[in-house]
């Protein structure tokens, strides 16, 4: 998948760059500047999706957005954006998955449920060694897409990752709250919120750590600007990096 920053930003966080990319378990973020997406063996075009689509890796090619590929109605077609994404939260008890929420917010961690995987959201890897980092992270928890039309959005994504239906679908927060459609990516866990008028956005990701003490004591070593740990809705800990390093949401989950 395509993300905003550049090796100085993302090597604060405590991450390796190699070749203009972060290879975070089986997810490639290719650091391109803006948000974007690829998918191993998609079974419809995922230009579909109203996200910028990355070419597949090539050894020794810088990562690159597939030309012609995006939907001009979305934020990410404007070259001078990263993305419309809010901040991200500092309590730890909110969710970047609530699209009325327009202050600083951190990646959802709706609990899943989900067990059966579909196509990984990211260009082949090559079957390149995974990257053990100084933070500690070993994967990509979810990645949150919101999308105005959760019903055409689900009937494209069955089509791209060739599944019948996403693992689940219900209002996690009651019926006061978005309506959410949950689907397995390879590793992550993809989570696709009705946005109301909203373009199809990649407002932000979590990242998964076994010991997010640690993590957070390696980040801040490295220069990042990473919160404190605070209590996630669903169980666990959460700590979220500030909004204005990457112009992103990033947050780090962990027991």
Sequence with gaps: MGVPGDEKAWGALGFVVE?????????????????????????????????????????????????????????????????????????????????????????????????????????????????????????????????????????????VLNVPEPRRRFHPRGPSGPEMAFYRVGDPFLEVVGAGDRPPTLPGLAFKSADLDTTIAQIRKAGGPIGDPKPAVQGGRIATIWHGHLDWGLAIMGP
Excluded: M
């Design 19 to 159: 070749d203009g990319v972060v290879r975070i378990g089986s997810v490639v973020c290719a650091l391109v500047g803006r948000t974007a997406w690829g998918f191993d063996h998609p079974a419809a075009d995922p230009a579909a999706l109203g996200i910028p689509v990355l070419e597949p890796l090539r050894p020794g090619a810088a990562p690159t957005l597939a030309r012609g590929r995006t939907d001009p109605s979305g934020p990410e077609h404007q070259p001078a954006q990263h993305t419309t994404a809010p901040g991200l939260a500092h309590s730890g008890h909110t969710d970047l998955s609530t699209p009325e929420h327009q202050s600083a917010q951190a990646p959802t961690h709706a609990h899943h449920g989900h067990t059966d995987p579909s196509a990984p959201c990211n260009p082949p890897a090559h079957d390149a060694p995974k990257t053990a980092h100084p933070n500690g992270v070993t994967a990509i928890d979810h990645l949150v897409y919101w999308v105005p039309d959760l019903d055409q959005a689900v009937t494209t994504l069955n089509k």
